[in-house]
């Protein structure tokens, strides 16, 4: 009898929101992924268990050479050298090339509006028409009281940490900036009032579409 993998084996630490896309089925015709911001590549494990051509970049050395042996582990020697060290906002990826791109609980380390918009930019870039763009990021949505403005749209949350943060408006108006449609509405997940976390999921659009 063929053992049973465990959720954890097949899904690992995965981002529960990026979890909800794939059991509805969102990303079942992906088969080029990018995460723009892997770290040590926990959102990843689900799309190697599948057989996808998955790429990463990452600031962090070490998350990188981390993610790069992980790689290793189901694909060829080779292929670990998809993973990146290099920034979001300039990524050696060619235009139109990947099917999903993946921004985890990174969007909202920009250093300011710019920042933000030039990640943001570089991933629509890479992004083929028809694929989706997945991004969760810290928000003011529901906490705006209990924030503290500290210029170029950076804030200290009431947990101490200080972030770059986003609100609906400024969602939806960047999504009609790049041409972009929600796949699903701007959802807010509120912790103990210290944070907010924005789930923002997005299609590009087909060629015949635009």
């Known amino acids: 009898m063929k053992p049973i993998l465990k959720p954890s084996e097949i899904f690992g630490n995965i981002d529960i929101y990026l979890f909800d896309q794939i059991l509805k089925g969102t990303y079942d015709s992906c088969s080029t992924i990018l995460d723009a911001g892997c770290g040590t590549g926990r959102n990843l494990l689900y799309f190697f268990n599948n057989g996808c051509q998955v790429y990463g970049v990452d600031e962090n050395p070490e998350a990188v050479a981390q993610v790069q042996q992980l790689a290793a582990k189901y694909y060829q020697s080779s292929q670990a050298e ?8 300039d990524m050696p990826f060619a235009d139109e090339q990947f099917d999903l791109v993946i921004s985890s609980a990174v969007l909202h380390f920009a250093q300011n509006l710019q920042h933000f918009e030039a990640m943001v930019s570089e991933m629509w ?16 949505i529901g906490i705006e009281s209990s924030l503290r403005f500290i210029g170029n749209g950076r804030y200290i949350l009431p947990d101490g940490s200080e972030r770059f943060l986003v609100n609906q408006e400024m969602l939806i108006r960047l999504t009609k900036k790049i041409g972009g449609e929600l796949h699903e509405p701007i959802k807010t997940t509120n912790v103990q009032n210290i944070r907010c976390m924005t789930t923002w999921c997005l299609k590009k659009p087909e060629i015949n579409e635009i």
């Open 82 to 89: 998809n993973f990146k060290l290099t920034t979001v906002e």
């Open 125 to 140: 870039r890479v992004l083929k028409p028809g694929g989706y763009l997945f991004c969760r990021l810290a928000s003011d």
